[in-house]
């Protein structure tokens, strides 16, 4: 239960720190000892309140522009992971999953050091959301569909805002669609609510500390401890 504890607590205070990430941190750390057929459903049931929570407090960024259309591609990539993620081999997930962490924390980094602004594509918008629809099925993972948010919103509010708001439409749906391939059990519920404290503390002082640590700090330490994890999963499975 500890690792539990440990990863619920690091996964939602990146989550309250920065607005996504909590998925990867919370399924790069308890990848090791579980599979992902039991971390993805806990982690979208501690979520949920946490994306309601953030979309909330940052409401009035929200921009239906970004979020529509995103949610849409997620919706329709859903389907896709969800199945998967119900019927693949354990050893051959948690080996993409490490590989798609180090290109998420490249992808990241090499963003992050860049000093110009992106510019959108309806191309990229649809290839990044059904991609982030099939990984949010599978793991629950959001990085890549946060890679094009971060290109399209100006400020840390309007990203949280934005991206936090998609995760309540696609975490409501994959809910749904999690009960219908008996993903979601009363096992995973129960354990939810144990850890439920757990990640309150964690969301609440990542919201805290994000306005007293510079976000290029926070961002640049993350990307490292995921670019390290992933690959830490990936030779942990082959050696």
């Known amino acids: 239960m500890g690792y539990w504890i440990i990863a619920t607590l690091a996964a939602f205070y990146v989550k309250g720190l920065c607005g996504f990430a909590n998925t990867l941190v919370f399924t790069s750390i308890l990848s090791f000892t579980s599979a992902n057929i039991n971390i993805s459903p806990l982690e979208l049931i501690l979520g949920y309140p946490t994306n309601i929570i953030i979309s909330w407090k940052e409401r009035k960024s929200i921009n239906p522009k ?68 099939f990984l949010c099925g599978l793991y629950g993972v959001g990085a890549l569909l946060g890679a094009y948010v971060g290109r399209t919103t100006d400020n840390m509010k309007a990203f949280k805002a934005n991206i936090c708001t998609v995760f309540v439409i696609e975490n409501t749906f994959r809910i749904g669609l999690y009960l219908f391939y008996g993903i979601l059990t009363v096992a995973s519920l129960k354990r939810a609510l144990v850890l439920a404290p757990f990640m309150l503390i964690g969301l609440v002082a ?19 401890l995921l670019i390290v994890s992933g690959i830490a999963l990936i030779l942990n499975n082959i050696l």
């Open 66 to 133: 970004i979020v529509i259309p995103l949610a849409t591609m997620v919706i329709a990539g859903s389907f896709g992971g969800a199945l998967f993620l119900k019927n693949a081999d354990i050893t051959l997930v948690k080996i993409i999953f490490g590989m798609l962490v180090i290109i998420v924390g490249i992808e990241m980094l090499l963003r992050e050091l860049s000093h110009k602004k992106m510019e959108s594509s309806k191309i990229l918008l649809t290839i990044i959301g059904i991609l982030s629809g």
């Open 206 to 224: 990542g919201m805290l500390s994000a306005g007293r640590i510079s976000e290029h700090v926070v961002k640049k330490i993350v990307i490292i």
